[in-house]
């Protein structure tokens, strides 16, 4: 019984420990924000992430788990993401997210 526990526990802590396996070109300090995708705007460069409405830079550079770099086809809503703003308010980079990546500083 108590083996059982303890293995369970153990598997427990350990599979959100592997869900943060982020590939190295993610940063290691984390991401400006963290959501999901709502809604993609293309033609007035519109990303809705958690309800809110934020504009992208044309240049706007996406990483995927895959590939240090995919095309902006690859935003879909419902996907999770990473991402980071410019001086100007911007979005200029997008990390594509595992679903099941939770963010620790937003504990």
């Given amino acids: 019984m108590i083996r059982t526990l303890i293995i369970t526990l153990i598997l427990g ?3 959100p420990v592997f869900a943060q396996d ?3 070109y993610y940063p290691k300090e984390g991401f400006q924000r963290t959501g999901i995708v709502d809604a993609i705007h293309v033609e ?3 990303l809705v992430i958690n309800d809110i409405p934020h504009r992208f830079s044309q240049n706007v550079v996406v990483h995927s788990m895959n ?3 995919v095309p902006f086809t ?3 809503e419902g996907v ?3 991402y980071k703003f410019a001086n100007n308010g911007e979005i200029i980079e997008l ?3 595992p ?3 939770s963010d620790r500083r937003q504990r």
């Fill in 74 to 76: 690859h935003v879909r």
């Fill in 44 to 46: 007035d460069s519109t």
């Fill in 80 to 82: 999770r993401v990473g």
């Fill in 95 to 97: 990390w594509l997210l």
């Fill in 67 to 69: 590939s240090y770099r």
């Fill in 22 to 24: 982020l590939p190295k």
């Fill in 99 to 101: 679903e099941n990546y």
């Fill in 13 to 15: 802590l350990a599979g």
